[in-house]
T-cell receptor, first 114, second 115 residues
Framework: DVKVTQSSRYLVKRTGEKVFLECVQDMDHENMFWYRQDPGLGLRLIYFSYDVKMKEKGDIPEGYSVSREKKERFSLILESASTNQTSMYLC?????????????FGPGTRLTVT | AQKVTQAQTEISVVEKEDVTLDCVYETRDTTYYLFWYKQPPSGELVFLIRRNSFDEQNEISGRYSWNFQKSTSSFNFTITASQVVDSAVYFCALIHYNQGGKLIFGQGTELSVKP
């Protein structure tokens, strides 16, 4: 079974704090993704990575950065958390092989910024 | 432009009813893949099915079935004899084979199955 784990299920941070969300997958997937999910807005892609040390911006990268130092780990960083970053954050991973694009998701981190 | 539309925002049924979740997609490419995901109240998205654009065969898996029709750009999902455990948000998604793995999600349909 594919396993994608996220470091926390619930997180409460203060405005201005630097926040790290960690994601680890155990299937040797090349691709990894970070989404945020908000009511009425669906899933929006923040950043993704095709390989170690590679990253590409998604649809809403502002206020976020990422790090991928190892193939299995993809970190999302909120440089200075703001209240509008209160959301559910979902990490996912997938193969790069043609025809096998389904993404496998972690359990999500519900972040509250106060 | 690529787009996935799930027009039904919320559906409520009584247990044992059949229910169909609609998904309509837009794409100009000939090679693409379609997916359905389930998101139960726990929050984790669970992969249900993948379909490529060259395979229009309907698929059945237990109480779940999928109807893919390229002529109408639809990929609908039917749950037969629904159960309370089917209550979740269901997402339809699209990807082009050369898009590097970026899924395009619909807005989701929240299904509530009442006992």
């Amino acid at each position: 079974d594919v396993k994608v784990t996220q470091s926390s299920r619930y997180l409460v941070k203060r405005t201005g704090e630097k926040v790290f969300l960690e994601c680890v997958q155990d299937m040797d997937h090349e691709n990894m993704f970070w989404y945020r999910q908000d009511p009425g807005l669906g899933l929006r892609l923040i950043y993704f990575s095709y390989d170690v040390k590679m990253k590409e911006k998604g649809d809403i990268p502002e206020g976020y950065s990422v790090s991928r130092e190892k193939k299995e780990r993809f970190s999302l960083i909120l440089e200075s958390a703001s209240t509008n970053q209160t959301s559910m954050y979902l990490c996912a991973s997938s193969y790069q092989m043609t025809g096998y694009y389904e993404q496998y998701f972690g359990p999500g981190t519900r972040l509250t910024v106060t | 432009a690529q787009k996935v539309t799930q027009a039904q925002t919320e559906i409520s049924v009584v247990e044992k009813e059949d229910v169909t979740l609609d998904c309509v997609y837009e794409t100009r490419d000939t090679t693409y893949y379609l997916f359905w995901y389930k998101q139960p109240p726990s929050g984790e998205l669970v992969f249900l099915i993948r379909r490529n654009s060259f395979d229009e065969q309907n698929e059945i898996s237990g109480r779940y079935s999928w109807n893919f029709q390229k002529s109408t750009s639809s990929f609908n999902f039917t749950i037969t004899a629904s159960q309370v455990v089917d209550s979740a948000v269901y997402f339809c998604a699209l990807i082009h084979y050369n898009q590097g793995g970026k899924l395009i999600f619909g807005q989701g349909t929240e299904l509530s199955v009442k006992p």
